[in-house]
């Protein structure tokens, strides 16, 4: 599991951790509000409830977000801000998908 550090009152993760428990680890790893990760959970985002708590593993994030945004999805979790990249991507993604349709 990743050791975690409070930098500028900012959550980091020195390095990959195996699985996300709980909607403030899985926010923190998407560097989103967790009304947002709850959201995008509705929408599809590859979650699982573990008893009371729901957990959701990296790679399936990353895998999930490549889809959403049409593009590879690589989510850096020391220091980089990914938040308004991500934001642009999805709305694009669903942009497309609704002239398509």
């Known amino acids: 599991m990743a050791t975690r550090a409070r930098k500028n009152g900012r959550l980091e993760h020195s390095e990959a951790p195996d699985s996300l428990k709980g909607w403030q680890q899985i ?34 994030l990353a895998k999930w977000l490549g889809r959403e945004s049409g593009e590879p999805v690589r989510v850096v979790t020391d220091q980089a801000d990914l938040g308004s990249e991500l934001k642009r991507a999805l709305s694009e993604a669903r942009k497309q998908r609704k002239k398509a349709a």
């Open 27 to 60: 926010s923190a790893y998407l560097a989103q509000p967790t009304a947002v990760a709850q959201r995008w959970a509705r929408e599809g985002m590859p979650v699982q409830r573990q008893g009371r708590f729901v957990i959701a593993k990296p790679e399936e």
